[in-house]
């Protein structure tokens, strides 16, 4: 998307054709920073130190990752050594291993000369297959969008509430739950966001209001606590979130708090929309309460908050009593009764077991 | 409440028998530090600079201003000129109105020499109705919490979630939301709170934690997104809250953030109770949704965060992209379909026409 009136990519081969570009996430909102990866070491830091986030550019990255590996050794024994350092850098992430599986099966049959360009080739697709998907999530969610505004008097917006940021900063590009909200935008229906802090790692509030300001859409951050009082007063006409993983039944573990927005829309007769890429979903599991593990984070991340001073430092100050008890789950999960539908790059689905096995035939069948 | 150890209120006369000492709660949570007010300027500077806040503290608060103001000028003109100052200080806070009115009505009719006694006397009787009411309201709720301690197995605790801080440090002592917690503690009921942290002003995390904490009572910040997960969970037995503004039907207005938890609520069947001293039932409104205009506060709030370095200053930090658009209501209205039962200081009642003007006949027919 548009940074500064730029297109970028959150990652990018450099022009030397080898190292590569990153955007250094933990400098957002308050400075746009670029790394360059040259370095095995270097790529599970960015995933380890959270310099990339968001599941599919975590994928991504570790692809580079693994052909930065094979410039510096292509055995197999490197290669083994490679994969194990990445796929502990983020042990839950899904995406990752699954990126490093799809550059392991084109270069395990090979010669160690012929490896590190195969690798590359397949990382390259690996990112252009991510925005393919997006974008197409977005050409399923766009008449969702354009159905409101066609109702809308000359002069009003489209309001869309998200949480969280699955936008493009989680993603190569284009971003899941973002895509339809930017194609609507380019195309120019008046289309507005409003963004949840979404506490406490505030990903709302420092990246999803910085890649809506890039690229030009118009958005309101507001505290996790104001969207139940919007919806009640008629001023979100829907709400479109993301998602780590939708189970079988349909049920949605996202961000902690999606679970009360989700209430909220339905005690006001507002959509409720999750969209995601058809991978996200989990044939394996059925009951999203009982059945996904919601992590614990660290007590840190609520008892403080990081932030930029009014002369420029990046500070991180205490906001409750010093050893206060504290507990951090992740996310939570809704209910599949409480979603309106699943915009996937096969169209807007029914969060239901029906389906779901009805549009993803293939991969319904293999988890039975 | 205890502070440290010893029993303390949020505000008291002075051991000169004039001047009026009040916890300093902008220190809060990282100082305790008392601020002695010795003039109507310093009284209403503390109104106004959130030196102290809560509806009756500032009820309370604004008594003594009158006080001191009279010391320094017992005039018909100069009782005016200080009402005018202390009602400006905080022009939506309903106590403080109340609460300058009745010390107008015990001074007006007396001599200039006569006015600052009857003014103490009656701002001392200010505060103890207030610690009076609240108390009330804690007997009415103790029997809810001991009713779910009587079902638990032996080591299992009562958890009670609340949003916002309408404890003691809101009010006099005891305070309204918190006082059958603080009843049912020194009782020997094994409860546990969970605090939520209440974005943006961080109520919860600052305030809320830190009296229970200095109290001794068992206590979990959480991010505002976590109750719902926790309810889902079966990680909280009831909800209680406190309140601005009670309609004649019954609908609540509280801290913005109070609707999800009530959804929450409802969605998992745990009983979602609000405290409140009667005077907070505003018998002249029937639709709390549509009726009670919500305060938009300044965008400062939402796109920053105050707290304590670790070497110990006390900073604020910006979270969002600098000039991000920001909209912060203050509060939000639970309609009282949501609402299991209102705990005054007359009983725990339901959130119903019929029931309020049952308990309060004469408030509710004067209302007609």
Same mark, same amino acid.
């Given at each position: ?13 450099e022009?030397?054709?080898?190292s590569v ?9 308050? =400075?746009?920073?670029t790394? =360059? ?7 599970a ?8 986030r ?8 570790a ?5 930065l590996?094979?410039?510096e ?15 502990a ?7 990752l ?5 799809e550059?392991?099966a084109?270069?395990?049959?090979r010669?160690?000369?012929e490896r590190p360009a195969?690798a590359y080739?397949?990382a390259?697709?690996i990112?252009?297959e ?6 197409g999530i ?5 008449p969702l969008?354009e159905?409101v @505004?066609?109702k ?5 917006r489209?309001?869309?509430l998200?949480?969280c ?7 190569v590009d284009?971003?899941?739950?973002t895509?339809?909200?930017y194609?609507?935008h380019?195309?120019?229906v ?5 963004a ?5 790692r505030n990903?709302?509030?420092?990246l999803?209001?910085w890649?809506?300001?890039q690229?030009?859409?118009p ?11 919007l919806m ?10 993301g998602?780590?993983r ?10 902690i708090g999606?679970?009360?927005?989700a209430l909220?829309?339905r005690?006001?007769n507002?959509p409720f929309?999750?969209a995601?890429p ?9 009951d999203?309460?009982?059945?996904i ?5 660290? @007590?840190e991340e609520?008892?403080?908050m990081?932030?930029r ?15 206060t008890p504290?507990v951090n ?13 699943l915009?996937?790059?096969r ?7 029906a389906?779901l096995?009805r549009a ?9």
């Amino acid at each position: 998307m548009n940074v500064g009136g730029r297109s970028m990519r959150t990652i990018w081969l450099e022009p030397d054709g080898w190292s590569v570009g990153v955007i250094d996430q933990t400098a957002l909102p308050h =400075r746009l920073v670029t790394a =360059r990866l040259t370095t095995l070491a270097e790529a599970a830091h960015a995933i380890r130190a959270m310099v990339i986030r968001g599941a599919p550019l975590i994928g991504a990255t570790a692809a580079y990752g693994l052909c930065l590996a094979l410039r510096e050794d292509a055995s197999d024994e490197g290669l083994e050594r490679a994969y194990a350092t990445l796929i502990a850098a983020r042990p839950t992430a899904i995406n990752l291993k699954w990126a490093l599986d799809e550059i392991m099966a084109v270069v395990r049959n090979r010669s160690r000369t012929e490896r590190p360009a195969a690798a590359y080739r397949r990382a390259a697709e690996i990112c252009d297959e991510d925005v393919a998907i997006n974008t197409g999530i977005g050409r399923s969610g766009l008449p969702l969008i354009e159905a409101v @505004a066609a109702k809308k008097k000359p002069g009003e917006r489209v309001n869309v509430l998200t949480h969280c940021n699955a936008g493009w900063l989680a993603a190569v590009d284009v971003g899941p739950a973002t895509a339809a909200i930017y194609m609507a935008h380019d195309k120019g229906v008046p289309v507005h966001v409003f963004a949840d802090e979404t506490r406490p790692r505030n990903q709302g509030a420092s990246l999803t209001t910085w890649e809506l300001g890039q690229h030009g859409v118009p958005h309101t951050l507001i505290a996790d606590n104001t969207g139940g009082h919007l919806m009640q007063h008629g001023m979100v006409d829907l709400v479109i979130v993301g998602t780590d993983r939708v189970t079988a039944n349909g049920d949605v573990c996202n961000k902690i708090g999606t679970y009360l927005k989700a209430l909220a829309a339905r005690d006001n007769n507002v959509p409720f929309y999750v969209a995601l890429p058809s991978p996200t979903i989990d044939f394996t599991l059925a009951d999203g309460v009982a059945d996904i593990p919601i992590e614990q984070r660290n @007590a840190e991340e609520v008892a403080t908050m990081r932030g930029r001073t009014a002369d420029g430092r990046i500070e991180t100050v205490q906001i409750a009593p010093a050893g206060t008890p504290v507990v951090n789950y992740g996310f939570d999960v809704t209910p599949a009764r409480l979603v309106t539908g699943l915009i996937t790059e096969r169209g807007v689905i029914a969060a239901s077991r029906a389906a779901l096995a009805r549009a993803f035939p293939e991969r319904a069948g293999a988890a039975q």
